[in-house]
T-cell receptor, first 114, second 113 residues
Framework: EPEVTQTPSHQVTQMGQEVILRCVPISNHLYFYWYRQILGQKVEFLVSFYNNEISEKSEIFDDQFSVERPDGSNFTLKIRSTKLEDSAMYFC????????????FGPGTRLTVL | KNQVEQSPQSLIILEGKNCTLQCNYTVSPFSNLRWYKQDTGRGPVSLTIMTFSENTKSNGRYTATLDADTKQSSLHITASQLSDSASYICVVTTLGGGFKTIFGAGTRLFVKA
């Protein structure tokens, strides 16, 4: 069964550094999402992406965050200047087309900001 | 305010027993409700998706119900297995101001032998 993949599985960075988290969506899926989950807390929506542009974003997704699909396959989340509170698990998810289609989540990238 | 509340926060049951997890939401307008299973350190896996007109949806030993009038959903797990130990998350999508997704905090289920 096709899977969403994410790299790296774990990223450790210094506060103030830029990080790029990568996701490879399922090949024919059209909608892409980033979520984060701080340890012990609920999953939080960050952003959705369709047709090469952001369709929705949450209050968390401020100017420090950006997303792009640079080569038509990878879907990336960039955090420009990481803060301690950015430490979390970041999940990419994709779905085919319809709003009730299943969202498939990747295994996540654990980001640790020191 | 759009919120999703789940109960209980955690639950311990014996292998082979049934259990029911609850989800109440105040999300409006409603688009759909999903139940996910999340193993520790892994991404959520979809169990069921229900729209406004659906009252029940099954996926193997998992059966979800939805009462859109009272804004309540439940997830019933039949004949639990050790591998059912996980967090079960209720997620509601609203149509208001675009599609927004609100996650519940989850119910942590422990199945003991």
């Amino acid at each position: 069964e096709p899977e969403v993949t994410q790299t790296p599985s774990h990223q450790v960075t210094q506060m103030g550094q830029e990080v790029i988290l990568r996701c490879v969506p399922i090949s024919n899926h059209l909608y892409f999402y980033w979520y984060r989950q701080i340890l012990g807390q609920k999953v939080e929506f960050l952003v959705s992406f369709y047709n090469n542009e952001i369709s929705e974003k949450s209050e968390i997704f401020d100017d420090q965050f950006s997303v792009e699909r640079p080569d038509g396959s990878n879907f990336t989340l960039k955090i420009r200047s990481t803060k301690l509170e950015d430490s979390a698990m970041y999940f990419c998810a994709t779905r085919l087309a319809g709003i009730t289609d299943t969202q498939y989540f990747g295994p996540g990238t654990r980001l640790t900001v020191l | 305010k759009n919120q999703v509340e789940q109960s209980p926060q955690s639950l311990i049951i014996l292998e082979g027993k049934n259990c029911t997890l609850q989800c109440n939401y105040t999300v409006s307008p409603f688009s759909n409700l999903r139940w996910y299973k999340q193993d520790t350190g892994r991404g959520p896996v979809s169990l069921t998706i229900m729209t406004f007109s659906e009252n029940t949806k099954s996926n193997g030993r998992y059966t979800a119900t939805l009462d859109a009038d009272t804004k309540q959903s439940s997830l019933h797990i039949t004949a639990s297995q050790l591998s059912d130990s996980a967090s079960y998350i209720c997620v509601v999508t609203t149509l208001g101001g675009g599609f927004k997704t609100i996650f519940g905090a989850g119910t942590r289920l422990f199945v003991k032998a």
